[in-house]
């Protein structure tokens, strides 16, 4: 079971507690819960906050560290170093809190199928992994990617348009576009390596290619 600090004090997190004792059931939280006192710290399991970890290497343009990471709450790398025989969840699906090693429900997931850990992590692995991210200035490409990546293939419909968009990685670099060019017309790269409405008018489809290095 898992809420936050909605209930308004420590004295409304109690019948929570006793709820989960009686349900044979553990409590799950995040941080601001912890950090406010209103329970021990080996109960703080929340797993979005790993996305933000990811976008933040991402931002850095350190593609290594965002993509261990990614991998480190994957599904099935966590029943990987958890063991199967602990582990209580469905085995396809992201949870938003698993409990550890101090906790007595060690292996528990929580909240399966509804969990923001799951959007949030389409949203890492695809517009900051990937870099492929829609901005008010247009589409920019900006991949952090591991440097043992040749490099991948991402389609996309971005303003009626459907970009197929190439990225290379010649040098196995981990961030930064050097060359970006859409149905062989170079783009210039300023201010970034932006796709706009402007370069897609007229266009149903376009063939993106990504230089890294």
Known sequence: MSDGRSVDGSENFEPIKTLAKELGATVGTF??????????????????????????????????????????????????????ERYHSEAYAYCSTMLGKDNEKFGWGCVSQVTGTAAWMD??????????????????????????WDGYTVERLYRGCKLTIQVENPQHVQHGVRELTVNGQPVELVEGAYITEEILSGCRAAQVRVILG
């Open 123 to 148: 949203v890492v692995s695809t517009q900051y992994l990937l870099g492929v991210r829609p901005t008010l200035k247009g589409l920019l490409i900006d991949p952090s990617i591991p440097t043992e």
């Open 31 to 84: 941080r601001a819960v912890v950090d406010s006192g209103w329970i021990v710290h080996s109960h703080q399991v929340f797993c979005q906050a790993n996305c933000w970890a990811i976008m933040a290497e991402a931002l850095l343009g350190r593609g290594d560290m965002a993509w261990k990471y990614y991998k480190q709450i994957l599904p099935h790398s966590v029943i990987k170093k958890i063991g199967v």
